[in-house]
């Protein structure tokens, strides 16, 4: 599916207070490390007080934000997930 041959980049925006973020990110660390995943994607990690130019480049309003980009473009997105269960299925095109 990657137009460019490198892997997809897989952003997630978070924020350091957020208890939202860091069980995310627990969920996010399970659905890569299954089947062998965790090369999957080029994973960045956002905290949007820090970068708030690409907060708003991806007009992130709340986090935790997950944001796929293969080639140029956004290939999906999902906002506060609250399951391992939506990441795998926003996840679900690239992972193995």
Known sequence: MTTNGDRPRLIFFYGKSSGRSRRVESYLAQVLQSRG????FQLYRVEIDE???LRQRFAVDEVPTLVVVD???VRGRLETPTSCRQIKDLL?????
Do not use: K, M, V
């Open 71 to 73: 080639g140029n473009h």
């Open 51 to 53: 970068h708030p130019e």
């Open 37 to 40: 995943n965790h090369d999957s």
């Open 92 to 96: 679900a095109p690239w992972l193995r």
